[in-house]
């Protein structure tokens, strides 16, 4: 099988094959250990993949070392960061992007894990174009690691919209995660707000989104439902999602991602864009399967 087959990777168990792209950077330390914690806790093969940006100059400095020297060089430094743990080193020179899409087609890999950028200027994570570009393109789902991995994920929230794209990112949630709690979280707003006035819609909105909710947990098997604690907030949803997992210090939020078919990339052009860079936990981004 390959990586870009239809059907979802999370029907088939946990990830059997984890690509963790690294730049060997201290930002990606969390990014390494995490990775290295769920391939111990699900019996993984952990593929450590460092992409060499740029095509090898035609001429160089006599004191720089030849490619296959850089590559040797980055493969040891790899190694004594991993110091025994499981894992297989591939190095590759050329975009990062897309060789880290190419490896985990390759290689066959359930899961893409990697780090955040860091703004030195403002001293916060930021989300950089690579991790953009492999959250819009890659068909297997993406882990973005911020936190320290000190502990498991042990309470989970999972963004929804009560839509298809959702429901996957809940089914992988449930199938990655058997031990953690899961926190459906829902945001509502009052359309035209301003005209039709907030407190005379209240009521009939939440029943609306309390209804499409009941709907939407309807076809989850009842063992699973019994392990989901359902929210539904009144306001923005990146903002409400944002403090809720603040506030309850959560270390893995879940978002559902749609790929080039029907909105053509809209939520992650949108609200998960802004909640991948906002959120203050790990994210777990999981893209609709292609039809």
């Known amino acids: 099988m390959s990586a870009t087959r239809a059907d979802p990777a999370w029907q088939h168990g946990t990830p059997k094959r984890i690509l963790l792209a690294t730049d060997l950077s201290s930002r990606c330390d969390r990014a390494q250990d995490r990775a290295v914690r769920l391939a111990q806790a699900w019996g993984a093969t952990l593929h450590l993949l460092h992409v060499i940006p740029g095509e090898e100059p035609p001429e160089v400095p006599s004191w720089r070392r030849s490619q296959s020297e850089?590559?040797?060089?980055a493969e040891r430094h790899i190694r004594a960061e991993?110091?025994?743990?499981?894992?297989?080193?591939?190095?590759e020179r050329g975009a990062p992007a897309e060789a880290i899409l190419r490896q985990a087609a390759?290689?066959?890999?359930?899961?893409?894990?990697?780090?955040?950028?860091?703004?030195?200027?403002?001293g916060r994570a930021a989300v950089g174009r690579i991790v953009e570009h492999l959250v819009r393109e890659s068909p297997v789902p993406v882990l973005v690691v911020k936190r320290r991995a000190w502990r498991d994920y042990g309470e989970v929230v999972v963004a929804t919209d009560f839509s298809p794209c959702s429901r996957h990112a809940l089914d992988c949630a449930l199938a990655w995660l058997p031990e953690a709690a899961i926190t459906l979280f829902h945001a509502f707003q009052i359309p035209f707000e301003g005209i039709l006035g907030r407190e005379a819609h209240m009521a009939e909105m939440r029943q609306l989104?309390?209804?499409d909710q009941d709907d939407f947990l309807a076809t989850v098997p009842e063992a699973a439902r019994a392990r989901i604690r359902s929210m539904l907030e009144y306001g923005p949803a990146d903002a409400q999602l944002a403090r809720y997992v603040a506030d309850r210090e959560v270390n893995l939020t879940v978002l559902g991602t749609q790929g080039r078919s029907g909105l053509?990339?809209?939520l992650v052009g949108s609200v998960a864009k802004?909640?991948?860079?906002?959120?203050?936990?790990?994210?777990?981004?999981v893209r609709q399967p292609r039809a």
Request: glycine share 8%.
């Open 70 to 73: 850089a590559v040797q060089a």
């Open 82 to 91: 991993l110091q025994g743990s499981l894992g297989e080193v591939v190095i």
């Open 106 to 122: 390759a290689l066959d890999c359930q899961l893409i894990v990697t780090g955040v950028a860091r703004d030195e200027m403002m």
């Open 209 to 211: 989104a309390a209804t």
């Open 264 to 266: 053509a990339g809209f």
């Open 274 to 285: 802004r909640l991948l860079a906002c959120l203050p936990s790990d994210v777990l981004m």
